[in-house]
Nanobody, 125 residues
Framework: QVRLVESGGGLVQAGDSLRLSCASSGRTFRAMGWFRQAPRAEREFVAAFTWTTANTLYADSVKGRFTISRDDAKNTVYLQMNSLKPEDTAIYYC????????????????????WGQGTQVTVSS
């Protein structure tokens, strides 16, 4: 059974940085992404990496501040979050897709069939 395990969340102040990690059980995926869900809000796309095209995708709200990367040897995907803002406060979820789609499709939740349990990120002002 494929599992994704996130770590690295926490409580920080505005302007600080955090790095989230998502360790997978070793299966080869076509894409992996990060989503987040704030209280009383829907889950939204944050960033994704596509192995098929080696492309990175970012939500406009995090572009220039967040960076997605991966370590294939460790089967781990990272989300480096810099210049954090209070509006970045949310539960962050890692997701993986084993199917091939157009790159832009990976900004939607639909292609992802495997999800982690989430890690809380809280940014105080």
């Amino acid at each position: 059974q494929v599992r994704l395990v996130e770590s690295g969340g926490g409580l920080v102040q505005a302007g600080d940085s955090l790095r989230l990690s998502c360790a997978s059980s070793g299966r080869t995926f076509r894409a992996m992404g990060w989503f987040r869900q704030a209280p009383r809000a829907e889950r939204e796309f944050v960033a994704a990496f596509t192995w098929t095209t080696a492309n990175t995708l970012y939500a406009d709200s995090v572009k220039g501040r967040f960076t997605i990367s991966r370590d294939d040897a460790k089967n781990t995907v990272y989300l480096q979050m810099n210049s954090l803002k209070p509006e970045d406060t949310a539960i962050y979820y890692c997701a993986a897709s084993g199917s091939v789609h157009y790159d832009r499709s990976y900004t939607s939740q639909l292609p992802y069939e495997t999800w982690g349990q989430g890690t809380q990120v809280t940014v105080s002002s």
